[in-house]
Each structure stands twice: as C-alpha cells, then as structure tokens.
C-alpha cells in the first residue's frame, strides 16, 4: 500500500541510523559524502522528507508496459 502524506520514521530508527554513522565515521573520518548525506537525513526533517518525495516522484515515472530499452 503506497501512502501520499509523508510519515517520518520512529525517533528510535532515526538515532540507530545516526550512532551507525558515527561509528562509520570514527573508523573512515568525515570527509566521506555517503556518510554526511547520512548525518543529514539523520538530523533534518525536511531533507528526509524531500527525500521521500523524490523516491516517490521516481517510482510514479515507472511505467509497466514500456520498453526502456
């Protein structure tokens, strides 16, 4: 079931996710891309929210009877 209205992740998730990126950065540093696009979701609302909607607007491009090739 695919919702239109975007629901944030449990606070809990959000700060496992966060401690995995401070582990991965105490171990590789921080001048990693992957890991600050990761620090960012992490701590603002609005970016995992444009987040979502990207992967929305993405999947509705998707269409099932053409052949992309």
Wanted: with cysteine; net charge positive; aromatic share 16%.
């Amino acid at each position: 079931m695919t919702s239109t209205k975007y629901n944030d992740y449990p606070q809990e998730q959000i700060d496992a996710k966060l401690k995995q990126v401070e582990k991965f950065e105490a171990k590789y540093g921080t001048n990693n891309t992957v890991s600050k696009a990761w620090r960012k979701w992490c701590t603002d609302y609005e970016y995992r929210k444009r987040e979502w909607q990207f992967r929305q607007a993405t999947a509705a491009n998707i269409k099932p009877n053409i052949d992309y090739r």
